[in-house]
């Protein structure tokens, strides 16, 4: 098992930045994809972002492209979710997740080991 802290969320204000971190611990050897996903208030949980084990893909919401950057650090066990030019309706709390079976997924439920989310609001 793999268990997962975020940390980096806060208040910042529409177009503005901010860095989510995610350090990962226990099994992290058994750990393949990588990803952040995020709920808003009444809504259902949604895919962001996604990185390879080794960095060789990244994928990306339709949302989020070309705002938000993934990338990990293995040496570190932290994955980390760049996001710039932030909107409102990126306003939720964002999940960090790590598949321990799939290369290359866009799906919750391929996912196995899962953060306690960090709030991310964004104010207009």
């Known amino acids: 098992q793999v268990q997962l802290v975020e940390s980096g969320g806060g208040l910042v204000q529409a177009g503005g930045s901010l860095r989510l971190s995610c350090a990962a611990s226990?099994?992290?050897?058994?750990?393949?994809?990588m990803g952040w996903f995020r709920q808003a208030p009444g809504k259902e949980r949604e895919f962001v972002a996604a990185?390879?084990?080794?960095?060789?893909?990244?994928d990306y919401a339709d949302s989020v492209k070309g705002r938000f950057t993934i990338f990990r650090e293995n040496a570190k066990n932290l994955v980390s979710l760049q996001m710039n030019s932030l909107k409102p309706e990126d306003t939720a709390v964002y999940y960090c997740?790590?598949?321990?079976?799939?290369?290359?997924?866009?799906?919750?439920?391929?996912?196995?080991?899962w953060g306690q989310g960090t709030q991310v609001t964004v104010s207009s």
């Open positions: 990185v390879s084990r080794v960095g060789s893909f990244q």
């Open positions: 226990g099994r992290t050897d058994s750990t393949y994809v």
């Open positions: 997740a790590a598949s321990r079976y799939a290369a290359r997924t866009t799906e919750m439920n391929d996912y196995d080991d």
